[in-house]
């Protein structure tokens, strides 16, 4: 970070980083404890593929347990890379660097932290380092 950036961000307000710190505790501990009931639901329907031999692809009755067993990896992968981040999160809070930037350096709004508390980037740059070589950022929270 150049000096003007960081004597500017010496001028704003810090974020309350230890209420930041218990929110992605929290959000750790249920994602944690998310995890072994996805992997429960993927080893029930894996072992209901394994013990039918209906053509479920076919099945007029709802849901195939294809789409089931997509569903769950889909959600299982989802929590685990909610889980990296809120530990990349957790991080950047021991470092110290927490609420900064990481490709601009500056201050991230307090408001989009409690949006997405694990979050390393501000509002301008939320597309990631894509967002800074001229492609457009997403404007969503």
């Keep these: 970070m150049d000096p003007a950036?960081?004597?500017a961000l010496a001028l704003?307000?810090?974020v309350d980083v230890e209420r930041f710190r218990i929110l992605l505790q929290e959000e750790r501990r249920r994602k944690l404890a998310l995890l072994p009931a996805l992997r429960r639901d993927i080893s029930s329907?894996?072992?209901a593929r394994q013990d039918s031999n209906v053509d479920d692809?076919?099945?007029p009755e709802g849901a195939t347990i294809a789409f089931e067993l997509?569903?769950?990896s889909a959600l299982m992968e989802q929590s685990r890379q909610g889980l990296e981040q809120i530990e990349a999160a957790l991080e950047r809070?021991?470092?110290g660097t927490y609420g900064i930037c990481a490709v601009c350096g500056e201050?991230?709004?307090e408001g989009r932290l409690e949006a997405r508390p694990w979050t390393p980037y501000c509002?301008?740059?939320s597309a990631g380092p894509a967002g800074a070589a001229g492609t457009p950022a997403r404007t969503s929270a």
């Design 57 to 59: 692809e076919h099945d």
């Design 70 to 72: 997509s569903q769950a």
């Design 5 to 7: 950036a960081a004597s």
């Design 107 to 109: 201050q991230i709004a």
């Design 93 to 95: 809070i021991d470092a």
């Design 123 to 125: 509002i301008r740059h």
């Design 45 to 47: 329907v894996n072992a």
């Design 12 to 14: 704003q307000p810090m």
